[in-house]
């Protein structure tokens, strides 16, 4: 993996109730969601869009256009939930996976 520019991480309680991570590389010039991971207990609760809510305020306060994420299709795929939040997919296939866009306004 390439050497972080920019990371932005939030932990959110209870105690790993949800991590996320966002970063930028010399390869993702785009802040790109590389992890975003909501505890089976915690589900189904509003939190990952409230943590992408965060993760777009970051990347708003920074100056960015744009939040990449991808995923894997298939059974318990994370696809509906970010399309519905606003996620485009962008039409490239990156290691397998489905890479999206959501603009920023």
Wanted: with cysteine; net charge negative.
């Amino acid at each position: 993996m390439d050497t972080p520019l920019r990371t932005e991480r939030l932990l959110l309680r209870p105690p790993r109730a949800a991590d996320a991570e966002a970063l930028t590389t010399e390869a993702h010039r785009e802040p790109y969601l590389w992890r975003l991971l909501i505890d089976r207990m915690h589900q189904r609760r509003g939190i990952g869009r409230q943590v992408l809510d965060l993760l777009v305020e970051e990347c708003r306060a920074w100056g960015d256009q744009s939040l990449m994420v991808s995923w894997a299709d298939g059974p318990g795929s994370p696809r509906p939930f970010y399309e519905a939040y606003g996620f485009v997919p962008t039409g490239d296939i990156v290691d397998e996976e489905i890479e999206a866009r959501l603009l920023i306004d």
